[in-house]
């Protein structure tokens, strides 16, 4: 039995607790859909372990979505189908029952990556698809100077390519994903080119790493970050960004064949 959550979720994040701002700042970019459904290949019935609210199902055409957190299944939209309450290490399907499979910036919160791997290849006779954040590249970010507790957070959290590869099997390939300074997925690097909109707290609070660090780290973030903003140094360093149409840093899709 794999242990989960008092939000009834997976892994090391309570849903219901750090999630408020999710809904206002996560919603799906049509370009990072495309390179989801790129990597799909076209299979018609795919699982989506660790799906949440379904953002990016629109990538699949049958989608059977395994969901663990309860406040996570009750915001999905009623055009979706409901969500199965289960775990990714221990899926209720037979072999080979999918087509293909898809699990979106969720591997880092489940309790036993190389187990919930392997089940989404047992359950898949096509290529399953990681969309996760490379840890080697997390620490680039120009986040870094200013709340270096987010990104150690979310460096350690997320599993090494190399690992998922392993468990997967097969043939595995790593792609690297553009983000759009436009990107409507407002994870932490979706942020590169606006960097007012990380002085939002609901902002922040959609990206589930900020919520281990304590209130002294935001604080500090707040004041260096406000403080850059203002006085110009912040744009002398990375205001090019604010004009650079794609960003690549560490947002990458695994895909494995079998």
Avoid: K
């Avoid at 699982?47 to 059977?64: D, H, L, P, Q």
């Amino acid at each position: 039995m794999h242990a989960r959550t008092q939000d009834a979720g997976a892994g090391d994040v309570a849903h219901g607790a750090v999630d408020s701002g999710h809904a206002a700042h996560r919603g799906p970019d049509g370009r990072v859909a495309q390179a989801i459904a790129e990597a799909l290949g076209g299979a018609r019935t795919v699982i989506n372990v660790g799906a949440g609210a379904g953002s990016y199902e629109s990538a699949a055409r049958a989608v059977t979505a395994v969901e663990p957190s309860e406040s996570m299944r009750a915001r999905r939209p009623v055009r979706l189908t409901a969500a199965v309450d289960a775990v990714a290490e221990d899926l209720p399907f037979p072999d080979d029952a999918f087509e293909g499979a898809m699990t979106l910036f969720s591997v880092h919160q489940w309790s036993d990556v190389a187990a919930g791997l392997r089940e989404m290849r047992r359950v898949t006779h096509g290529p399953v698809v990681v969309l996760t954040c490379d840890p080697r590249l997390v620490r680039d970010f120009w986040l870094y100077a200013y709340a270096p507790e987010v990104l150690d957070t979310e460096a350690r959290r997320h599993p090494p390519v190399e690992a998922m590869a392993a468990a997967l099997g097969g043939t595995v390939t790593t792609r690297r994903v553009p983000i759009p300074l436009d990107c409507t997925d407002n994870f932490n690097e979706a942020y590169y080119g606006r960097p007012e909109m990380l002085l939002d707290p609901a902002a922040r609070q959609a990206c589930s790493a900020w919520s281990f660090i304590d209130d002294g780290a935001r604080e500090r973030f707040d004041r260096m970050l406000s403080r850059d903003l203002e006085s110009g140094a912040w744009d002398e360093r990375f205001g090019h960004l604010r004009t650079q149409a794609t960003y690549e840093g560490s947002l990458v899709i695994v895909r494995a064949t079998p």
